[in-house]
């Protein structure tokens, strides 16, 4: 089963539509569901106060063994980064309030762009340029909700670019956000489609000695939070291939040198590739 979770009804009209959910009366916030009971909607609410009362509720009264959760929406966007009504699947959340990183599981082919994201407590207005990517007010705290319960591999975000971070609630247009929706509608059904298939996939991928590993590779090459999160990936695809083999010792001394870093880590992302 899959559930899409949106900030913003403008964000949920076009989906409700596209995919002919019904309103459910099973909950006394905005649930909608179709006709096979295959894919449902939560209406969260702008920010994070009400996505961990919503999320836990909706699973603790549909009780489904295998769920992913697709959050769909518009973000801000730093002006010299992306185009009004670019789409990205997101790849990594910083929580600016409690400076916290989540990393979602990305194990399918799309044709999206990928970016990092911070979730933000209030409407930007960036005109000092301080971020750098995109910006919402939801990412983390559902990435923070629903990853000790569901396997991250089934949790996604996919955000559309509304503005260049000069939106407010007194320029807010609602037409024009359900807009940015609607012309991504194909690629969305498509993104499910292909995301639906890693419900197979009941289980975490990687092993606590994988996650160790990946961890004592960080140390002992000094990598980067970006190139650790490469290595994690790429050990998963590895895991993928070759089932309960172990992944490759590392030999290599500390690098001294950023030069020498990046050249051992593409040594070792060439033996997990092979």
């Known amino acids: 089963m899959q559930c899409i979770l949106t900030a913003l009804k403008a964000e949920s009209d076009p989906l409700i539509a596209s995919f002919n ?5 099973s909950f006394n916030f905005p649930v909608f569901v179709n ?4 894919l449902y909607l939560i209406g969260l609410g702008v920010g994070k106060s009400k996505v961990e009362y919503r999320i836990k509720k909706f699973i603790d009264k549909i009780n489904e063994p295998l769920m992913q959760f697709i959050n769909i929406g518009v973000a801000g966007s730093n002006q010299s980064f992306s185009e009004i009504g670019d789409i990205f699947l997101i790849n990594k959340i910083t929580d600016e309030q409690f400076g916290h990183f989540y990393y979602p599981d990305i194990l399918i082919d799309h044709s999206m762009m990928e970016s990092d994201i911070v979730t933000v407590m209030d409407m930007v207005n960036d005109k000092d340029n301080i971020y750098d990517s995109l910006v919402d007010m939801e990412a983390s705290e559902i990435f923070r909700v629903c990853s000790p319960m569901i396997p991250i591999h089934n ?3 996919i955000k559309i670019v509304s503005d260049h971070m000069e939106m407010d609630l007194t320029n807010f247009n609602r037409t024009l956000v359900s807009s940015f929706i609607t012309d991504k509608l194909e690629l969305i059904k498509i993104f499910l489609d292909r995301f639906k298939h890693l ?3 009941a289980q975490p991928i990687l092993s606590q000695m994988d996650i160790d590993w990946v961890h004592k590779s960080k140390e002992q090459l000094l990598l980067t939070e970006t190139q650790t999160k490469q290595l994690k990936d790429k050990a998963r695809f590895y895991r993928l291939r070759n089932g309960s083999h172990s992944l490759p010792i590392i030999k290599y001394d500390k690098p001294s040198s950023k030069l020498e870093r990046k050249r051992l880590f593409k040594d070792i992302c060439e033996v997990l590739t092979k």
């Open 155 to 157: 949790i996604a975000f």
């Open 35 to 38: 006709g096979t009971q295959e």
């Open 199 to 201: 419900l197979k996939i």
């Open 21 to 25: 959910l019904v309103r459910s009366s």
